[in-house]
């Protein structure tokens, strides 16, 4: 803590910070360009100038740049010192010589740093009367739009881009007032977290084209809070509606979560909610050939209810892409002994086990946020942005901050960032994977060990042995892979807070059990540490802690007849098992009930069908691979702009629908109310109910409202339905009114923000003024309640595993892709867009072996055709598949592969 | 055991230009000379543009896989600098020096005989792909001003009458 | 090719050169220049040796007292050639050194863009070795391990003859392992530039020896914090480095003396001039000679022209007039006047030569030349680069001086990243404080104010 005195008054406040963290966090404004909160400073742009003064007795003073100074003890300032003032309009007015002033055509405008800092500094006339500059733009793939004129070379987009996230495509090019920056050749952005451009870039340079393509101001859009349903981080989002559609999904802070930064499948991946092509009516299809039927809601709960009454048995089909509350209400609806989680039998072993490592490996799960303070970290068969999109970024800080560290032992403070970058040079913090393809961490790691699943889980129990003799030895360890793992171990034990990453991308018990063991053995020898498990899906965590039989259980029940209804709750089954073991499954089934938002195979095989709501018109619970419960609410009422549509939430379904098959008139149901029945029903979700304030939370007597204050044209929107206008819906579900009315402002500390603005502050800059400290906590609390805790004193060594052994065909490794390997974004056009194409990994003799060369085409079990990709040091016996390419393929399965001969294409 | 990916071969496609195998030796050669092959990066493209008289678009990627760091930064430092260049020039750059002590002595009157005996303005090419006119900051020669700088030869004073001879001398 | 374009194309040839014949140049008091030749060729190792060549760094790796070349240089008090003026054995003290620092880099300024000088080019050009023996005593003060001279890339001639010298100095045994028996290893790599003045800046240099856009970086941490490769880091001017091995040898009272009762400043100075005088050239001469002597030993104004204004060190210094002939040329007196002292090489302008053009070609290079990293350098020197053009024109408005001011004013020290800004601002203010008169000519049309409100 530092005594700093500021235009006359004394303040409390963090030592360690700049002047200008200090002061934001104050909630003082400077305006400020090139510093960014999660980047520090660099002092390039000079906007945070004030007067500092030597002491008491210096009248005079000097101008620094308050982000370059630090906010040391009795500092003093003026911040209103009128040349300061004078300087900082100055250089607002350079930055604006070769501006197009285009802010009424520009996509930023209305949520615009640089037209906040315009107006904060009192810069309104045009002095400069010569020409500007103009410049050529370039086509940077289709998230990302480019519109140079408007750049003010705050130099955020490159440091962000390329010292942040590990880019290396884009560069700043020229010099003097001929800065340019873009991408050396035209063409896509490469980088996985290209999407923050459109957040960090101050003005419109950098926008979201997934935007540009249905914009709206961002002052036209509603907002709740929602969470990123696209992997398993549970990312806080921000998604932004007009007329019935999604048009944006913009990064909401959390401070342990995703502070400031999104992954792009997270941002761009949410076209699957606007789909045209969604079931917005229930359906009911006579019979398997026959064209489905759109129905009233009676009807089908009338019908479908009839029909499960006479059913001998249902089985209830649940999801981990649907909420806790919808998969309660299903278990609820088919009774305990009836559900399944609608999960692969070897990935929910897998969940569980997770589960139980993280209660009773030894070593605490760290928030993604806590992630960067470790400072050794040993990857095991995760390829981590691939699989878990943002805890990538967290992993490449974690290795990054030791120059933090090495800063520390010269006197350069943290925020220094080009001081820090420059001593510190290639030097990380040790990082090493084992993987068997390159990852896109491979630039700051160490080492990395391109294994198969047998090797990794090896050379994990190895590592654990090397750390503490106790735990058992591995057998007939080579000495390349002993001396690798003596390297991990001694670099993890001479870390102070080592952190051991696993997850289930291998579906491999083996792998977890020995990154399970190296935990164990890091809190054996009392070292602090962290365990992070990657699971798939935004709710496979949720769905572990729920429990219930496993999908392959429930195929089998009704394949055998046991039973002969199902109620599918938003999964597609072919995803996760092969075709004909769920067609002889369905075909046995006599009912059919699907509920989704997505025309899947699944749902093509339903009876019914129920037109789900997706996660921006429903509001529920997912859990995140932390173990931290978290919620999301609706952001639009779907039937407000489109009355004839019949979408509800899955639990509201369920809900009713079971209330018809028990011949009871529906009673209320509220979030609420699912809310606590499912916590009630499972003690190990008993702490989902703290994940957010109920629907009676009110500031001031207010809800809180989804719209900022100068949303416009409400009172015509449905003009071309009908001109009488529908009151704004009511929600019965959250604290959050569907409309402009209620509370939108930062000084009452509340959690659950749908949007951040404050006054002057129409950017999403506007975040500083919900948090403690710039950078720092949600005033009003980080949002999330975490439903796993370590139990202190249990568990035991497991034994090594021995390799199944060679065999004589190639075996299936599914390798995760953020584009193109989840299944909802995966319909959203951009991502289509983005997803590369994709090949079949060999390693070369293998590929010899085959008779294959790279770019040879062939048959994967007869159907899908594929370039070969030889890689060097790729596992033998394994041949890479890119996720989600070949539904129902399961990791591990034996591959047949037949050489397509040229004249054959 | 890090190996390129299959997906950035597959979003950056094959490069159609490869370093001659000579340059890639002088290039390795230099990076030893430095702590990070990094810094390598400006005598790299002055060996590209040595063979080309520029450097090309594709030598860019190829400059950056060779000393490992990403095509942007390279791309960043080719633009960067004055003397590297990224646009084809002609086979003799001619150099004149614009700063303070030369605009005292007689800049103007050479830079106009320039302009109209090689017909063309600073940033061209004359047609027959023989000079390119550049500006350049004060070359050290002020006590020899006005100054110029044809490919290495630094000459002054010239005077505008000098010039005939000297180009003369440049085929 | 006929013989006679060869002979008029080597007629026009730049050759660096030094006013001073060999007779009046001493040891004793010419420490820079005495061992130059009057044919102007090459001072290589033989010779150089001959002349006394490398007894400095003999003398202190005997001594093998880091501490002691360090202050001895301080109280030699060599103020920083290179433009700064700071004392090159205060900075040498101040370069991290001991306990787990690891030994870091010595880079020789050969940079040398600044406009109106051209001094390190005669030093390196024909006498390379002076220039390896001060390197080598600033690493032994520094615990340097490694060297670069970072040149200019079109110094062609000095990087010949450099590189050559480096070799014959390893051959030698003054660079490399063991260094006369000593124990201390040094070696020096010559790097060149690919331009850009910036470059020029310790920290841009620094950058772009690590092959990176020059940009300067933020002070603190000092290079000799964390320098190139975060190393601790020590750069210094050509000339500066030249001034060590005398001062080694011959001590800091020596070197205080040699400037007489001129200045407090030490040492002897490369000086010169350039413009419309007789015989534009360089000179050693003590420090604190006055610009009246030089200007007289140029033969005067070129044509019996009158002298308008001058600038004492290059184009980032501020304007003098006249009467500011008779002052000391050291760094004190000159920074007194509202000017700095700089490099030490005046640049003359005459009573004809518009001051406006002059201050548009000044302000057009330093906008050019910047780097593009912070914002009134950037966006503001090209602004002044307008005005200044419309005010040549005769297309200058009411307010445009008062503009240029402001501008000037806001592209002072500390408002800007680096001193390159600044370096623009001073002459452009002090030809505004001079000369308004010239600038308001340029004023026709009365700007035309948007209606208030
Ligand atoms: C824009 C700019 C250009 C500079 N150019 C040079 C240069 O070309 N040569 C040089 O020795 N110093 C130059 N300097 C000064 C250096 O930054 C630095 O002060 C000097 O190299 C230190 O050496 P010295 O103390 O021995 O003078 C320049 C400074 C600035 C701000
Ligand atoms: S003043 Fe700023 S823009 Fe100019 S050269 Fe220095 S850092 Fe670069
Ligand atoms: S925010 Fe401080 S200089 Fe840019």
């Known amino acids: 803590m530092a005594t700093i005195h500021v235009d006359g008054q004394s303040y409390q406040v963090n030592g360690a910070h700049n002047l200008l963290q200090a002061c934001l966090s104050l909630g003082l404004d400077i305006p400020y360009f090139c510093w960014h909160p999660a980047m520090g400073s660099v002092g390039a742009c000079r906007q945070c100038a004030v007067r500092q003064y030597k002491d008491k007795n210096d009248d005079k003073g000097m101008l620094v740049m308050s982000c370059m100074a630090p906010a040391a003890d009795q500092t003093r300032i003026d911040i209103e010192d009128e040349e300061a003032k004078a300087f900082r309009a100055s250089v607002v007015e350079w930055l604006m010589i070769n501006h197009p002033h285009d802010c009424p055509v520009c996509e930023e405008g209305g949520h615009c740093h640089l037209q906040d800092m315009t107006v904060m500094t009192g810069h309104d006339r045009r002095r400069y009367r010569f020409g500007k500059r103009t410049r050529r733009n370039q086509f940077l793939g289709p998230f990302i739009g480019h519109e140079m004129n408007r750049c003010i070379t705050c130099y955020r987009c490159v440091r962000f881009y390329n010292d942040y996230a590990g880019g290396s495509d884009l560069g700043t090019f020229g010099s003097k007032d001929n800065v340019y920056f873009g991408r050396y050749q035209e063409g896509t952005l490469e980088s996985p977290f290209a999407g923050n451009l459109t957040e960090v870039c101050p003005t419109g340079v950098f926008t979201d084209q997934s935007h540009s393509d249905h914009y709206a101001r961002k002052w036209d859009m509603q907002f709740a809070p929602g969470i990123c349903h696209q992997c398993s981080m549970g990312c806080n989002i921000s998604p932004g509606e007009r007329y019935g559609d999604i048009r944006r999904i913009e990064n909401r802070y959390h401070g342990e979560v995703n502070s400031y930064f999104l992954c792009d499948r997270g941002r761009f991946g949410y076209g699957y909610v606007n789909r045209s092509d969604r079931p917005r009516l229930p359906e009911r299809r006579e019979g398997p050939d026959s064209e489905p039927v759109s129905i009233g809601v009676a009807d089908v709960l009338a019908q479908a209810s009839d029909a499960l009454r006479h059913a001998r048995r249902v089985i209830g089909i649940g999801s981990p892409r649907a909420s806790l509350e919808s998969n309660h209400q299903l278990q609820a609806l088919v009774g305990e002994s009836n559900f399944s989680t609608g999960i692969e039998a070897r990935e929910q072993a897998c969940l569980e086990l997770m589960i139980q490592l993280q209660r009773h490996a030894g070593l605490p799960t760290p928030t993604p946020r806590g992630i960067e303070n470790h400072d050794a970290v040993f990857v095991l068969g995760e390829d981590p942005v691939q699989s878990a999109g943002r805890l990538g970024l967290n992993l490449r800080q974690a290795a990054l901050s030791r120059c933090k560290a090495l800063g520390g032992t010269i006197g350069i403070p943290e925020w220094n960032a080009e001081a820090l970058k420059t001593l510190a040079q290639d030097r990380y913090y040790p990082l090493f994977i084992a993987w068997p393809a390159p990852t896109d961490l491979d630039d700051v790691a160490e080492a990395r060990y391109a294994m198969d699943p047998d090797g990794i889980a090896r050379l994990g129990f190895a590592v654990a042995h090397a750390i ?46 020995a990154a399970g063991s190296v935990a164990r053995a890091l809190s054996r020898r009392a070292k602090k540490g962290g365990l992070v498990l990657i699971r798939r899906e935004a709710n496979s965590t949720g769905l572990s802690l729920l429990g219930g039989q496993p999908l392959d259980w429930a195929l089998g029940e009704l394949a055998r007849g046991n039973a002969d209804a199902v109620v599918v709750l938003e999964n597609d089954l072919y995803q996760r098992l092969p075709a004909g073991r769920v067609d002889a499954a369905l075909s046995r089934a006599e009912i059919r009930i699907v509920l989704d938002h997505q025309r899947t195979a699944t749902a093509e095989r339903a009876n019914f069908l129920l037109s789900a709501a997706s996660f921006a018109e429903s509001g529920g619970t997912l859990v995140n691979l932390e173990g931290r419960a978290q919620r999301f609410f609706q952001v639009y009422d ?29 009673g209320d149901i509220n979030l609420d109310t699912v809310v606590h029945a499912c916590a009630g029903a499972h003690p190990a979700l008993a702490g989902m109910v703290d994940a957010a304030p109920d629907s009676n939370y009110r500031i001031d007597g207010q809800k809180l409202a989804r719209e900022p204050h100068r949303y ?24 959050f009114a569907h409309s402009m009315e209620g509370y939108s402002g930062y000084q009452q500390p509340r959690q659950q923000v749908p949007f951040a603005w404050a006054p002057g502050w129409n950017s999403p800059q506007a975040w500083n003024k919900f948090t403690d400290e710039v950078g720092g906590h949600v005033r009003g609390g980080d949002p999330g309640a975490c439903l796993i805790h370590p139990v202190p004193g249990q568990g035991s060594y497991s034994q090594p595993v021995q390799g199944a052994g060679d065999t004589d065909t190639l075996r299936a490794l599914i390798l995760p892709r953020l584009f193109g390997g989840e299944e909802t974004s995966a319909r959203a056009t951009p991502i289509q867009q983005r997803t590369e194409l994709p090949c079949i990994t060999l390693s070369p003799e293998d590929a010899l072996g085959l008779a294959v060369k790279h770019g040879n085409v062939v048959t994967v079990n007869e159907v899908t055709r594929l370039p070969v990709y030889e890689q060097e040091s790729w596992p033998n016996g394994w041949a890479g598949l890119p996720a989600g390419l070949i539904a129902g393929l399961l990791p591990g399965e034996s591959l047949t592969l037949r050489k397509v001969e040229e004249g054959q294409r | ?63 950056a896989r060779v000393l490992g760091i990403g095509p942007g930064e390279v791309e960043g430092v080719a633009t960067f600098y004055s003397l590297i260049f990224r646009q084809p020039v002609g086979r003799h750059v001619v150099l004149v020096c614009d700063s303070s002590a030369c605009f005292l002595t007689g800049f103007q009157e050479l830079r106009q005989a320039l302009v109209a005996q090689l017909g063309i303005d600073y940033g061209q090419t004359t047609a027959d792909g023989r000079f390119t006119l550049l500006p350049v900051c004060c070359l050290g020669a002020c006590d020899g001003a006005p100054a110029l700088m044809i490919d290495g030869d630094t000459y002054g004073p010239v005077s505008p009458g000098d010039l005939p001879g000297l180009l003369e001398d440049y085929r | 090719m006929s013989h006679s374009i060869a002979r008029q194309r080597d007629s026009v040839r730049y050759r660096s050169r030094l006013m001073q014949p060999e007779a009046e140049r001493r040891p004793d008091t010419h420490p820079l220049t005495w061992r130059l030749r009057d044919d102007g060729g090459v001072v290589w190792l033989e010779e150089y040796l001959r002349k006394d060549g490398y007894q400095s760094v003999r003398k202190a790796l005997a001594e093998s007292d880091p501490q002691a070349i360090i202050s001895t240089m301080k109280d030699a008090n060599v103020g920083g050639r290179g433009g700064g003026g700071f004392s090159a054995g205060l900075k040498w003290s101040l370069t991290l050194q001991g306990g787990d620092i690891p030994r870091g880099y010595l880079i020789c300024n050969a940079d040398e863009m600044e406009p109106g000088t051209f001094k390190d080019r005669l030093l390196m050009e024909q006498q390379p070795h002076l220039v390896i023996e001060g390197m080598i005593l600033a690493a032994l003060a520094n615990n340097s391990f490694y060297g670069y001279i970072f040149l200019r890339g079109e110094y062609v001639t000095a990087a010949r003859v450099l590189s050559r010298a480096l070799d014959e100095a390893r051959a030698g045994g003054w660079l490399g392992r063991d260094i006369d028996g000593s124990s201390f290893d040094f070696d020096i790599a010559l790097h060149t530039g690919a331009g850009r003045y910036i470059c020029g800046e310790e920290t841009a240099l620094i950058n772009s020896l690590e092959g990176k856009r020059a940009n300067p970086r933020a002070k603190p941490p000092f290079p000799g914090q964390s320098g190139a490769w975060g190393k601790p880091s020590v750069v210094n001017n050509v000339e500066t480095l030249c001034n060590a091995p005398g001062v080694i040898l011959n001590g800091a009272e020596w070197y205080q003396g040699l400037s007489g009762d001129r200045t407090d400043d030490g040492g002897s100075k490369l000086y010169g001039i350039s413009g419309l005088v007789e015989n534009p050239g360089l000179w050693e001469l003590p420090m604190g000679t006055t610009g009246a002597e030089i200007l007289d030993r140029a033969g005067g104004m070129r044509n019996g022209r009158q002298l308008k204004a001058w600038l004492p060190g290059g184009a980032s210094t501020g304007f003098l007039l006249p009467q500011h002939l008779e002052l000391a040329l050291d760094f004190d007196t000159v920074g007194k006047e509202g000017s700095r002292l700089g490099t030490g090489l005046m640049t003359m302008v005459t009573q004809e030569q518009s001051m406006v053009a002059l201050v548009r070609n000044l302000e057009e290079f330093f906008a050019r030349e910047s780097c593009g990293w912070c914002t009134p350098c950037r966006d503001g020197l090209p602004w002044t680069v307008r005005v200044l053009r419309a005010l040549a024109l005769g297309q200058g408005e009411i307010g445009d001086i008062e503009l240029l001011e402001k501008l000037a004013a806001d592209c002072g020290p500390a408002q800007t990243f680096c001193a390159h800004a600044p370096g623009a601002a001073m002459p452009l203010q002090t030809a505004l404080r001079h000369f308004r008169s010239e600038f308001a000519q340029g004023i026709s049309e009365p700007r035309i104010k948007a209606e208030e409100g």
Request: charged share 25%.
């Open chain 1, 468 to 513: 503490d003799p106790a735990a058992p030895a591995v057998e007939g360890l080579a000495s390349a892979e002993d001396q690798a793992a003596r390297r991990i171990a001694s670099a993890l034990m001479a870390a102070e807070q080592p952190l051991v990453v696993s997850g289930g991308s291998l579906v491999s018990e083996a792998v977890l059990e």
């Open chain 1, 638 to 666: 779907p039937g407000y702009m489109r009355p004839e549509t019949r979408i509800h939430e899955s639990w509201r379904w369920l809900y009713v629908l079971g209330a018809t098959l028990r011949g009871e008139t529906a």
């Open chain 2, 1 to 63: 055991m890090m190996a390129d990916t299959p997906q950035t071969t597959v979003l950056i496609g094959s490069d159609v230009f490869d370093l001659d195998p000579a340059d890639e030796a002088a290039i390795v050669d230099e990076m030893a000379h430095y702590e990070h092959p990094r810094a390598a990066c400006i005598e790299a493209l002055k060996i590209v543009q040595r063979r080309y008289g520029w450097v090309p678009d594709g030598a860019i990627a190829a400059v």
């Open chain 1, 712 to 735: 416009s044209g409400r009172t015509s929107m449905r003009a071309n339905q009908n001109v009488s206008e529908p009151r704004v819906p009511q929600d019965p579900d959250s604290a």
